[in-house]
């Protein structure tokens, strides 16, 4: 048997949330038995990340329709290989899957970092197709899921772990996970910040109790504070970037080196279409997604 757990425990509080108190949720999974795990792990502990880390196996993965980026990270180093999905979309759900399978991987988290309004999380699928995964959304994002976190929780997976970030504005529930600080952690930290932080931009805030002040606060006391070389990875680009760190975004990002002020101006005149998916993908993504795919749902 190995052990998962989620650990409660505070990091440094921002002035927009309380310190959260000592709380452990702990649950055990069958170990795996598979054969080809083994093999593949020493072929594993090189070279399959941008950050410096033997334990750390990380890929990016996107789905076109949507932009979306998912990412799938695993503690290669661990005997089972634990591992999570960040984001994963409806769509390409046997895609991600056959990749887990494929690296001998055994999943036990299906994350997102908020409720998205433009696709539908392939959370309740993965769910559905490999029993035992547990799904996470904050629980500030009003959805359903099997683990609501909050600012300052901790999400193992082995020996590795996220740190959840608090950061509403695009979403009053939106979330950034950051690996962990420590020196069998990943260098340097990742920081999945979902639709907060985009690569030269950020999200919009006019629906979803988003809030441009609120945003601005969360980049600026959230992410702008970890390590400039921090990785900053996106839910999604409409440009073809895959990647940046903090400090190039308080160098470059457009919106968010700008005062607050003229931060709310450009917000206010983005004139973005509402996406095309919304009124699905919401509900549906308020039950961490559909069980059937879209057309076959009750
Ligand atoms: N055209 C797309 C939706 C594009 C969009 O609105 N993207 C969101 C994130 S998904 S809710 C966003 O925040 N964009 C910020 C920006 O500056 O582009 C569709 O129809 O799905």
Redesign the pocket.
């Known amino acids: 048997m190995i052990r998962f757990h989620l650990l409660r425990s505070s990091i440094p509080p921002s002035n927009l949330f309380n310190p959260l108190s000592a709380k452990t949720l702990a649950f055990s999974l069958p170990s795996i038995s598979g054969t080809s795990a083994t093999n593949l792990r020493s072929q594993m502990g090189c070279c399959t990340s941008s950050s410096q880390s033997s334990r750390l196996l990380f890929r990016q993965l996107f789905e076109k329709e949507?932009s979306t980026y998912t990412y799938l990270l695993a503690d290669v180093a661990h005997p089972d290989k634990p591992a999570l999905l960040v984001d994963p979309v409806d769509k390409t759900v046997d895609r991600d899957l056959s990749l887990v399978k494929d690296l001998g991987l055994k999943l036990i988290y299906a994350i997102n970092t908020h409720c998205?309004?433009?696709?539908v999380t392939g959370t309740g699928l993965i769910k559905g197709k490999v029993p035992g995964v547990k799904s996470i959304i904050s629980k500030a994002s009003n959805s359903k899921a099997d683990l609501l976190v909050e600012h300052g929780d901790k999400i193992y997976f082995g020996d590795l772990f996220l740190e959840v970030r608090a950061t509403p504005g695009?979403t009053l529930g939106c979330v950034t996970y950051v690996t962990g600080d420590g020196p069998d952690q990943p260098h340097p930290r990742m920081a999945f910040t979902g639709?907060a932080l985009?690569v030269r931009?950020?999200?919009?805030t006019d629906f979803q109790g988003g809030s441009s002040s609120q945003l601005y606060d969360s980049v600026h006391s959230q992410i702008f504070t970890l390590p400039g070389d921090t990785l900053v990875y996106p839910a999604?680009d409409?440009k073809g970037h895959t990647v940046s760190t903090v400090r190039e975004e308080k160098l470059y990002n457009p919106r968010l080196t700008k005062d607050e002020d003229t931060f709310k101006n450009i917000m206010e005149n983005?004139n973005?279409?509402y996406?095309?998916?919304m009124d699905i993908a919401v509900p549906a993504n308020m039950v961490c997604g559909l069980q059937e795919p879209i057309g076959k749902a009750a």
């Open positions: 949507s998205h309004a433009d696709h695009h639709d985009l931009g950020c999200g919009r999604h409409y983005l973005l279409s996406p095309k998916m």
